[in-house]
Protein backbone atom coordinates (compact mmCIF):
# COMPACT_ATOMS: atom_id res chain seq x y z
CA UNK A 1 0.00 0.00 0.00
CA UNK A 2 1.31 3.50 -0.91
CA UNK A 3 1.77 6.01 1.53
CA UNK A 4 -0.42 8.55 -0.46
CA UNK A 5 -3.48 5.84 0.17
CA UNK A 6 -2.66 5.34 3.34
CA UNK A 7 -2.54 9.77 4.46
CA UNK A 8 -5.79 9.69 2.13
CA UNK A 9 -8.09 6.86 3.78
CA UNK A 10 -6.56 8.09 7.26
CA UNK A 11 -7.89 11.95 6.07
CA UNK A 12 -11.35 10.03 4.97
CA UNK A 13 -11.88 8.68 8.46
CA UNK A 14 -11.25 11.29 10.19
CA UNK A 15 -13.68 13.96 8.42
CA UNK A 16 -16.15 10.86 8.73
CA UNK A 17 -15.28 10.49 13.56
CA UNK A 18 -15.58 14.90 12.93
CA UNK A 19 -18.86 14.77 11.12
CA UNK A 20 -20.51 11.84 13.18
CA UNK A 21 -19.46 13.89 16.40
CA UNK A 22 -20.49 17.15 14.91
CA UNK A 23 -23.65 18.92 17.01
CA UNK A 24 -26.67 21.02 14.67
CA UNK A 25 -27.83 23.67 17.45
CA UNK A 26 -30.87 25.05 16.26
CA UNK A 27 -31.75 28.37 18.38
CA UNK A 28 -34.58 29.55 15.61
CA UNK A 29 -36.01 26.50 17.58
CA UNK A 30 -35.42 27.23 21.31
CA UNK A 31 -37.09 30.29 20.96
CA UNK A 32 -39.93 28.78 19.41
CA UNK A 33 -39.91 26.46 21.96
CA UNK A 34 -40.45 29.10 24.57
CA UNK A 35 -44.14 29.53 23.85
CA UNK A 36 -44.73 25.80 24.83
CA UNK A 37 -42.22 25.54 27.74
CA UNK A 38 -42.12 29.32 28.98
CA UNK A 39 -37.90 28.84 29.02
CA UNK A 40 -36.15 31.21 27.35
CA UNK A 41 -33.43 30.45 25.68
CA UNK A 42 -30.20 31.02 27.68
CA UNK A 43 -26.73 30.48 25.86
CA UNK A 44 -23.36 29.88 27.07
CA UNK A 45 -20.61 30.03 24.69
CA UNK A 46 -17.35 28.98 25.99
CA UNK A 47 -14.29 27.81 24.74
CA UNK A 48 -11.73 24.82 25.38
CA UNK A 49 -9.51 25.60 27.71
CA UNK A 50 -10.63 28.81 28.76
CA UNK A 51 -10.14 29.33 33.02
CA UNK A 52 -12.49 31.56 33.50
CA UNK A 53 -15.20 29.38 31.60
CA UNK A 54 -13.73 26.32 33.39
CA UNK A 55 -14.40 28.46 36.68
CA UNK A 56 -17.80 29.31 35.92
CA UNK A 57 -18.70 26.10 35.38
CA UNK A 58 -17.07 24.60 38.47
CA UNK A 59 -18.54 27.14 40.93
CA UNK A 60 -21.26 29.45 39.51
CA UNK A 61 -23.55 26.39 37.44
CA UNK A 62 -22.32 23.43 39.58
CA UNK A 63 -24.05 25.93 42.12
CA UNK A 64 -27.15 23.87 43.75
CA UNK A 65 -29.27 27.06 43.24
CA UNK A 66 -28.03 27.98 40.29
CA UNK A 67 -28.01 24.42 38.93
CA UNK A 68 -31.77 24.61 39.88
CA UNK A 69 -32.87 27.83 38.87
CA UNK A 70 -31.83 27.55 35.31
CA UNK A 71 -33.25 23.87 35.10
CA UNK A 72 -36.62 25.38 36.11
CA UNK A 73 -36.95 28.27 34.35
CA UNK A 74 -34.05 28.21 30.77
CA UNK A 75 -33.57 26.39 28.19
CA UNK A 76 -29.94 26.08 28.62
CA UNK A 77 -27.67 25.82 25.41
CA UNK A 78 -24.20 25.31 25.68
CA UNK A 79 -22.12 26.39 22.92
CA UNK A 80 -18.26 25.67 22.40
CA UNK A 81 -16.69 27.77 19.77
CA UNK A 82 -13.51 25.74 19.88
CA UNK A 83 -16.05 23.11 17.65
CA UNK A 84 -15.47 24.42 14.80
CA UNK A 85 -17.70 21.21 12.89
CA UNK A 86 -20.84 22.58 14.80
CA UNK A 87 -23.49 24.26 12.96
CA UNK A 88 -26.00 26.81 14.55
CA UNK A 89 -29.06 27.88 12.74
CA UNK A 90 -29.56 31.09 14.16
CA UNK A 91 -32.52 33.35 12.29
CA UNK A 92 -32.19 31.53 9.14
CA UNK A 93 -28.88 30.97 8.57
CA UNK A 94 -26.34 28.13 9.24
CA UNK A 95 -23.09 29.33 10.79
CA UNK A 96 -19.81 28.21 13.14
CA UNK A 97 -20.18 28.73 16.79
CA UNK A 98 -17.58 30.75 16.59
CA UNK A 99 -19.20 33.10 13.30
CA UNK A 100 -22.15 32.73 15.62
CA UNK A 101 -20.43 34.58 18.79
CA UNK A 102 -18.93 36.58 16.17
CA UNK A 103 -22.38 37.86 14.91
CA UNK A 104 -23.75 38.26 18.49
CA UNK A 105 -21.16 39.97 19.24
CA UNK A 106 -19.64 38.52 22.25
CA UNK A 107 -16.26 36.74 20.45
CA UNK A 108 -15.37 36.93 24.72
CA UNK A 109 -15.43 33.90 26.93
CA UNK A 110 -17.63 33.17 29.09
CA UNK A 111 -20.25 34.53 27.65
CA UNK A 112 -24.16 33.88 28.47
CA UNK A 113 -26.79 35.29 26.29
CA UNK A 114 -30.26 35.39 26.82
CA UNK A 115 -32.74 35.45 24.02
CA UNK A 116 -36.33 36.40 23.95
CA UNK A 117 -38.79 34.38 22.34
CA UNK A 118 -38.49 35.58 18.97
CA UNK A 119 -34.35 34.57 18.99
CA UNK A 120 -33.59 37.91 19.53
CA UNK A 121 -30.62 39.13 22.39
CA UNK A 122 -32.05 40.40 25.35
CA UNK A 123 -29.61 40.39 28.05
CA UNK A 124 -25.75 39.59 28.02
CA UNK A 125 -23.34 38.64 30.55
CA UNK A 126 -19.81 38.53 30.06
CA UNK A 127 -17.02 36.66 32.01
CA UNK A 128 -16.55 35.04 35.34
CA UNK A 129 -20.14 35.76 37.69
CA UNK A 130 -20.14 34.38 40.77
CA UNK A 131 -22.81 32.03 42.01
CA UNK A 132 -25.08 35.42 44.14
CA UNK A 133 -24.55 37.29 41.40
CA UNK A 134 -25.19 35.09 38.46
CA UNK A 135 -28.59 33.88 40.28
CA UNK A 136 -29.69 37.85 40.79
CA UNK A 137 -29.43 37.93 36.74
CA UNK A 138 -30.80 34.79 36.33
CA UNK A 139 -34.18 36.54 38.51
CA UNK A 140 -33.73 39.53 36.83
CA UNK A 141 -34.49 37.90 33.24
CA UNK A 142 -37.04 35.42 34.50
CA UNK A 143 -38.82 38.16 36.32
CA UNK A 144 -38.73 40.45 32.90
CA UNK A 145 -37.41 43.05 35.50
CA UNK A 146 -34.70 43.99 32.22
CA UNK A 147 -37.67 45.39 30.40
CA UNK A 148 -38.45 47.92 32.86
CA UNK A 149 -35.20 48.77 34.72
CA UNK A 150 -31.11 48.23 34.49
CA UNK A 151 -29.98 45.65 36.30
CA UNK A 152 -28.04 48.27 39.32
CA UNK A 153 -31.95 49.30 39.54
CA UNK A 154 -33.12 45.96 40.11
CA UNK A 155 -30.48 45.14 42.25
CA UNK A 156 -31.01 48.11 44.43
CA UNK A 157 -34.72 47.62 44.16
CA UNK A 158 -34.42 43.24 45.87
CA UNK A 159 -31.77 44.67 48.41
CA UNK A 160 -28.85 43.22 46.54
CA UNK A 161 -27.36 46.58 47.20
CA UNK A 162 -28.04 49.49 49.38
CA UNK A 163 -27.11 53.17 47.91
CA UNK A 164 -24.20 53.40 49.82
CA UNK A 165 -22.76 50.31 48.13
CA UNK A 166 -20.71 50.61 44.84
CA UNK A 167 -22.46 48.87 41.79
CA UNK A 168 -20.51 45.62 41.11
CA UNK A 169 -20.12 43.89 37.52
CA UNK A 170 -20.10 46.90 35.10
CA UNK A 171 -19.56 44.54 32.68
CA UNK A 172 -23.11 43.99 32.37
CA UNK A 173 -24.43 44.88 28.69
CA UNK A 174 -27.91 45.70 28.28
Do not use: W
Request: charged share 25%; proline share 2%; aromatic share 14%.
Amino acid sequence: MSKKFFITILSIFISLQLELFAETINLDKAAIETKTTNKSPMVYLHRTGCPYCEKLEEFTFDDEDVHNYIEKNFNFIVINVSFTEDVIIYQGDKMTPREFAIQMGYNFFPSVLFLDDSGELEHASVGYIEEKDFLLILQYMKTNAYKTMTIDEYKKKTGYIDENTHLIDKRQKL
